[in-house]
């Protein structure tokens, strides 16, 4: 299926002041060996394994975003600029609102049922991942031009480039340099880290509680074991 390009606007920003990733590897690594490229790279690997376990649930406070896709004729299929995690809504806008709401279909259900060589005004939507890059597909297939906002909540964002800012929840931040400094001390080979391995996993442990107890009932979490 064709996908466009540069036609995604994203409508909800990241704010510019967050840390990078070479930032966070070097505090990650500053307890070991900040000057070390072996130890800064373990460092990273370990954050976006910590990344990788908080994408493996939603959580309300979750980062929610809506981008604008312009629709032409005759393509289904268009990417994302990330891959979602769950879907919340999708409208074709009419003079820059939103107007038309289409209906959210499962990917299962949409490829098993439906009549995917149907043209005409779009309907239903479905969304997939495909690596880490997302995918919204249209139904039917559009028989004439529409601008599409589609409002979803993403997966926070494995990190690849130094420069690249982090864009994970600040109020997960806590519990992932938490996990990524418990990674650290289990992988990193030598005596000098067994006395430490037990403080840094209980650190983790804890940090991990405490987020859980703020997604069940918002606020102060001290105490939480």
């Given amino acids: 299926m064709p996908l466009t390009g540069p036609s995604i606007v994203g409508t909800v920003a990241a704010p510019s002041d967050r840390r990078t990733f070479a930032e966070i590897k070097a505090e990650l690594a500053r307890p070991f060996n900040d ?49 979602f995690k769950k879907p919340l809504s999708a409208y074709f806008l009419e003079s820059g609102r ?8 499962p990917l299962e259900t949409l490829y098993g049922e439906y009549d995917l060589k149907h043209d005409a005004e779009p309907t239903c939507y479905t969304l997939k991942n495909v690596f880490e890059t997302g995918q919204i597909t249209l139904w039917p297939r559009p028989s004439s031009a529409y601008t599409l906002r589609v409002h979803y ?3 926070t964002p494995i990190l690849r480039n130094d420069t690249e800012p982090a864009e994970f929840p600040p109020e997960a931040e806590g519990a992932l340099l938490a996990e990524a400094m418990y990674e650290m001390m ?40």
């Avoid at 790279?41 to 979750?62: T, V």
Wanted: glycine residues 8%; aromatic residues 8%; charged residues 25%.
């Fill in 35 to 83: 000057s070390d490229e072996v130890t800064l790279k373990l460092a990273g690997d370990c954050l976006n394994q910590a990344i990788r376990k908080l994408n493996r649930k939603l959580w309300s406070w979750e980062v929610y975003t809506a981008d604008n896709i312009s629709v032409t004729s005759g393509t289904e299929t268009y990417a994302l600029p990330q891959p």
């Fill in 98 to 105: 939103e107007h038309k709401r289409l209906l959210h279909v």
């Fill in 153 to 155: 909540y993403r997966r």
């Fill in 186 to 225: 289990r992988r990193i080979p030598g005596q000098g880290m067994l006395g430490r391995m037990p403080v840094s996993k209980r650190d983790a442990e804890q940090a991990w509680s405490e987020l859980v107890a703020f997604e069940i009932e918002p606020g102060d979490s001290v105490g939480v074991a």
